[in-house]
């Protein structure tokens, strides 16, 4: 199921870790993105290897808008709390969406053509714990 947001509530909460980058197109604060090969962010989708390593979520844009441009600047959370989100699974894991670019989802996607990456999880419901990278537990058996 989608993870839904609401941009003009996304904000990140204390011990949160944020860096500032420029973006390579529109993005929407609240999105996942990753950084592309000239190290702008860029909107981040599980449908291809290379657009599906996310760096984090957009949080802020410099002029308070609820996203950013091409060239404009804005800041992504790359570790820590981020307020702003609903649909969120206490504990669970939060992995980007294979069908929306930036989206987030609380299904692992699968089948041909779909990477599945875990960018954070519910820390409670309206609270996303970035971490990027993180692996998912799976049985072995």
């Known amino acids: 199921m989608a993870i839904t947001v609401t941009a003009k509530n996304v904000r990140m909460l204390a011990g949160a870790i ?5 973006a390579a ?17 860029v909107q981040a989708r599980a449908n291809a290897a290379a657009t599906s ?8 844009s410099y002029d308070g808008d609820t996203s950013i441009g091409s060239g ?8 820590g709390p981020v307020g702003g989100y ?16 930036g989206g987030l989802v609380d299904t692992q996607p699968s089948g041909t053509g779909k990477w599945s990456h875990v ?4 820390e409670r419901d309206g609270v996303l714990f970035v971490l990027p990278g993180v692996k998912a537990p799976q049985s072995l058996t």
């Open 72 to 79: 404009e600047r804005g800041t992504v959370c790359t570790f």
């Open 86 to 101: 609903a649909g969120l699974i206490e504990g669970s894991p939060t992995y980007l969406s294979d069908s929306a670019a």
């Open 119 to 122: 960018i954070g999880y519910g």
């Open 53 to 60: 390593f996310a760096v984090g979520v957009l949080v802020a």
């Open 25 to 41: 197109g529109t993005i929407n604060i609240g999105d996942a993105v990753y950084l592309d090969s000239s190290g702008k962010i």
């Open 18 to 22: 944020g860096r500032d980058f420029e």
